[in-house]
């Protein structure tokens, strides 16, 4: 079955602590992106991959990080959380550049920050 | 810049009725558009789009066309059922772009018995 998926689905933490949220996806494709979804304000792309080893910020990367050493995950990682990131995060991937390919989501990670 | 407009919510209908969501966009070119349904406690899914003006995406009863002229893609259905209720989203992707996604906030529809 395709999907994405993505750990933990929720997570209550305290400032400061260094977590890191994993997303897999099992369909080959080139494109993941991270989005945070946070009430009236939709859901904001943070930070986004076009392939291996090439990422680029988003709308709203400060505070976050990511990495993509392989095609099929891609971690998004908080150095040092804060308040303001309690958010509910979506991790998704779609492939070909240019056309209107389906982007899947993940079934999302809520976030608590203390 | 991109930006879409949805109607604010929460929508209260009864089983049965109309809905109508209304959305709008600001873009350069010929964006595609979308319509995905977050069920409570779930992801998002996607549920119709549309790639050029006037195509008419559809699925599950519900219909959005793509009027370039009014810049909107207004999501209609003709008689909702209470396993309608979720938050739509309609979103938007330039045709040059490699997947980004630029977001309405989203409208909660309650549907009740």
């Known amino acids: 079955e395709a999907q994405v998926t993505q750990n933990p689905r929720y997570l209550i933490t305290v400032t400061g602590k260094k977590l890191t949220v994993t997303c897999s996806q099992n369909?080959?494709?080139?494109?993941m992106s991270w989005y945070r979804q946070d009430p009236g304000l939709g859901l904001r792309q943070i930070y986004y991959s076009m392939n291996v080893e090439v990422t680029d910020k988003g709308d709203v990367p400060e505070g976050y990080k990511v990495s993509r050493k392989e095609k099929r995950n891609f971690p998004l990682i908080l150095e040092s959380p804060s308040p303001n990131q309690t958010s509910l995060y979506f991790c998704?991937?779609?492939?070909?550049?240019?056309?209107?390919?389906?982007?899947?989501f993940g079934p999302g990670t809520r976030l608590l920050v203390l | 810049g991109n930006s879409v407009t949805q109607m604010e919510g929460p929508v209260t209908l009864s089983e049965e009725a109309f809905l109508t969501i209304n959305c709008t966009y600001t873009?350069?070119?010929?964006?595609?558009l979308f319509w995905y349904v977050q069920y409570p406690g779930e992801g998002l899914q996607l549920l119709l789009k549309a790639t050029k003006a006037d195509d008419k995406g559809s699925n599950k009863g519900f219909e959005a066309t793509y009027r370039k002229e009014t810049t909107s893609f207004h999501l209609e259905k003709g008689s909702v059922q209470v396993s309608d209720s979720a938050v739509y989203f309609c979103a938007l992707k330039k045709a040059d772009s490699w997947g980004k996604l630029q977001f309405g906030a989203g409208t909660q529809v309650v549907v009740t018995p």
């Open positions: 873009a350069t070119g010929y964006p595609s």
């Open positions: 369909m080959n494709h080139e494109y």
């Open positions: 998704a991937s779609n492939t070909h550049y240019g056309t209107q390919e389906t982007q899947y």
